[in-house]
T-cell receptor
């Protein structure tokens, strides 16, 4: 299957700072990328859909000014958590798909801890 | 909106035993995915089912989608400690599979040696 890489895998940041998470498709062009969030012992919740060259579509209840998504190229989408607070601590995971291909491939996730 | 309900939420089995995890949808499924996750790690794709009555197997894991396409089951035969983890079912949104998924709450499996 196709490979999706996330970086970093773990990050600790101070409250009030911003942190950027990268999601890269290594061997295919990802026209669409999805960002999910997972709290401890809970399932994945879709945050937003990112289409290359256009604005991201956010799910209800997700603050677009807090979670900035940029999908500037067909192989890279970034999620920036701005002015992070301890309640933003979570596991963030992306998935990417190519064109009309139905399957989306997941990255390995990023564990964010805000102290 | 569509919801996925998994059962059981957690499961502890003795090594060598068989087990089944169920995933029930509130709406017709147009693509049902099974993933395995180690806590705090990424998702490992297991199988995707699309057609009513479809059944797929990989090693000792078999997944089925019922005829009405509203329920799927994941069956593990002769479980091993390596099967331990969180099993998630995911479904595509709406009638077109955009790659955007909603997930069940997960089933945590422990296999005792």
């Amino acid at each position: 299957g196709a490979v999706v890489s996330q970086h970093p895998s773990r990050v600790i940041c101070k409250s009030g700072t911003s942190v950027k998470i990268e999601c890269r498709s290594l061997d295919f062009q990802a026209t669409t990328m999805f960002w999910y969030r997972q709290f401890p012992k809970q399932s994945l919740m879709l945050m937003a859909t990112s289409n290359e060259g256009s604005k991201a579509t956010y799910e209800q209840g997700v603050e677009k000014d807090k979670f900035l998504i940029n999908h500037a190229s067909l192989t890279l989408s970034t999620l920036t958590v701005t002015s992070a607070h301890p309640e933003d601590s979570s596991f963030y995971i992306c998935s990417a798909k190519q064109g009309v291909v139905t399957e989306a491939f997941f990255g390995q996730g990023t564990r964010l801890t805000v102290v | 909106s569509q919801e996925l309900e998994q059962s059981p939420q957690s499961l502890i089995v003795q090594e060598g035993k068989n087990l089944t995890i169920n995933c029930t949808s509130s709406k017709t499924l147009y693509g049902l995915y099974w993933y395995k996750q180690k806590y705090g790690e990424g998702l490992i794709f297991l199988m995707m089912l699309q057609k009513g009555g479809e059944e797929k197997s990989h090693e000792k894991i078999t997944a089925k989608l019922d005829e009405k396409k509203q329920q799927s089951s994941l069956h593990i035969t002769a479980s091993q400690p390596s099967h331990a983890g969180i099993y998630l079912c995911g479904a595509g949104h709406g009638s077109g599979n955009t790659g955007k998924l909603i997930f069940g709450q997960g089933t945590t499996l422990q296999v005792k040696p």
